[in-house]
């Protein structure tokens, strides 16, 4: 009977791919297009695998495009490759862990642009594969998955210029950081709903959970700590990402029009790159899809929401 409804499930994933395909396939018309070339996005991480391929999706639709790497050679190899396919991308070095880095890079942008339209932050980390659960690298996964892209929304915001069609951010997540996933999720209940519930929900609540679970890695406690089973470092970083881009979400929905900034999160699915080990069962094209997607949502106040093979999910 299991065996039946995984079957089901697979079919059904795989008919909402091909779906997903063909609306790749169908070009943005006119009236739905309100970006232009001299609209800028930022995409973190994007020397290679998911990052490479939004950036590459998103100067196909005729952005221009950011493209950074904390490895400045690799850098400019992955942006020369979509240079030379007549796309407008530029390349900028950029350690998000790193704030000197960080500073540099927002000067160089409001220097050279002014400002940006769009922030897709995908650079993040994990260093387990199949069925590996290690807490080796906890501290460096959440410094980089959680922090890393928390501070350059932070550092970004400022530079957001105003525009009629909203702002847009896109944190590249995952169903592993789910608040309520059946198999994989915190086991306080009471935590659970605080960090589930806008009117507790606070920066302070989610430091201190990824702070908890960092010390009892720590301590050699984390494993009777009721954390995600899977890949636990990774899925505290992405939960932790996911209840920040609620946050913010709510935070900034107060701008006035003209300068709103819509904040949401997506799941590429299990993507055959490097940080897989090559093992995943979706491609670069279709993991990139739902970022580059509601990156360029036209008339559609979308915000606080998160997304997989462009459905909304719940958190």
């Excluded at 995409?43 to 695998?49: A, I, L, P, Q």
């Excluded at 892209?149 to 915001?157: E, L, Q, R, S």
């Excluded at 009892?216 to 406690?221: I, R």
Aim: proline share 3%; net charge neutral.
């Amino acid at each position: 009977m299991m065996g039946g409804s995984k079957e089901r499930a697979r079919e059904r994933r795989e008919k909402r791919l091909q779906e997903i395909s063909l609306l790749r396939t169908i070009p943005y018309s006119d009236h739905q297009r309100w970006w232009s070339k001299e609209t800028i996005a930022v995409v973190t991480g994007s020397n290679r695998g998911i990052g490479f391929e939004i950036a590459r999706q998103l100067a196909t639709h005729g952005l221009t495009v950011v493209l950074t790497s904390r490895d400045e050679c690799v850098g400019q190899e992955a942006t020369r490759v979509l240079q030379e396919g007549g796309l407008d991308v530029a390349f900028h070095q950029l350690d998000i862990l790193d704030p000197s880095s960080i500073q540099l890079f927002v000067d160089w942008i409001r220097q050279t642009y002014e400002g940006i339209h769009v922030l897709v932050n995908n650079a993040g980390v994990n260093f387990n594969v199949g069925s590996d659960n290690s807490v080796e690298s906890a501290h460096m996964v959440v410094a980089t998955n959680y922090y890393g892209t928390k501070n350059i929304i932070k550092a970004m915001i400022p530079l957001i210029r105003p525009s009629a069609a909203a702002a847009r951010i896109v944190n590249v997540s995952s169903r592993l950081g789910r608040l309520n996933g059946r198999r994989n999720r915190i086991e306080d209940l009471n935590l659970r709903r605080k960090l589930g519930d806008l009117d507790t929900l606070t920066e302070e609540l989610i430091d201190r959970t990824v702070a908890t679970f960092l010390q009892q890695v720590d301590d050699g406690t984390w494993t009777s700590g009721g954390w995600p089973q899977t890949f636990t470092d990774y899925s505290v970083s992405k939960l932790a990402v996911n209840a920040y881009t609620r946050l913010m979400a709510k935070t900034l929905s107060n701008r006035p029009e003209g300068e709103k900034i819509y904040v949401n999160c997506y799941c590429p699915g299990w993507v055959k790159t490097a940080m897989t080990g090559w093992a995943g069962n979706v491609s670069v094209e279709e993991g990139a899809d739902t970022g580059v997607w509601l990156a360029l949502l036209p008339d559609q106040a979308v915000t606080g929401k998160f997304f997989a093979e462009r459905r909304e999910v719940s958190f």
